[in-house]
Antibody
């Protein structure tokens, strides 16, 4: 069974930084591309960032490009999101989500979600 | 960026009735569409992918159709546990984008 556990959220002042972590188990982590998705309070889901299994390919949503950095450590089965220059509108629950893979193919929808970690940006 | 537009924003349905949710893409996404269900305080749960394939463990009362730009999620006979938020997501283009959601509430 695949499990993902996000951590590192908390209260941070505007302009501050925070580093989120995600530990995944039950999958061969170094073969899975990973994503970060967030959800502001009472709002919908927003895809933020993608990193391929080898870290060679990375994408960001425009809303976080230049401020957030995705990375991974395959030796630790871990995914990270370094968040700088935080704004009030970054307040959200942040989820990490592996892409979905069968024995033969992978697709970029998300069938395993953690419970997320809450980031609150406020003075 | 592909904009995903869901309608209606809120759907009021009686238990046992049929619910039909729509999702429209601003450009063609082939069948690269997923549907998710989310209940308060919980993470989203994958319902359908490939526009019409049910994910593991999803009851047969959930079905999906469509391709290109127009998609539909149908819940054939609403059960109490189906009252929730539903999101569509395209995975044809970067950035991946979600619809704004449809809330299915008890009538």
């Amino acid at each position: 069974e695949v499990q993902v556990v996000e951590s590192g959220g908390g209260l941070v002042q505007p302009g501050g930084s925070l580093r989120l972590s995600c530990e995944a188990s039950g999958l061969t982590f170094n073969t899975y591309s990973m994503n970060w998705v967030r959800q502001a309070p009472g709002k919908g889901l927003e895809w933020l960032s993608y990193i391929s299994s080898t870290s060679r390919t990375i994408y960001y949503a425009d809303s976080v490009k230049g401020r957030f950095t995705i990375s991974r450590d395959n030796a630790k089965n871990s995914l990270y999101l370094q968040m700088n220059s935080l704004r009030a509108e970054d307040t959200a629950v942040y989820y990490c989500a592996p892409i979905s893979c069968s024995s033969t193919t992978c697709n970029h929808y998300f069938d395993n979600w953690g419970q997320g970690t809450l980031v609150t940006v406020s003075a | 960026e592909i904009v995903m537009t869901q309608s209606p924003a809120t759907l009021s349905v009686s238990p046992g009735e049929r619910a039909t949710l729509s999702c429209r893409a601003s450009q063609s996404i082939s069948s690269n569409l997923a549907w998710y269900q989310q209940k308060p305080g919980q993470a989203p749960r994958l319902l359908l992918y490939g526009a019409s394939t049910r994910a593991t463990g999803i009851p047969a009362r959930f079905s999906g159709s469509g391709s290109g730009t127009e998609f539909t999620l149908t819940i054939s006979s609403l059960q109490s546990e189906d009252f929730a938020l539903y999101y569509c997501q395209q995975y044809n283009n970067w950035p991946r984008t979600f619809g704004q959601g449809t809330k299915v509430e008890i009538k």
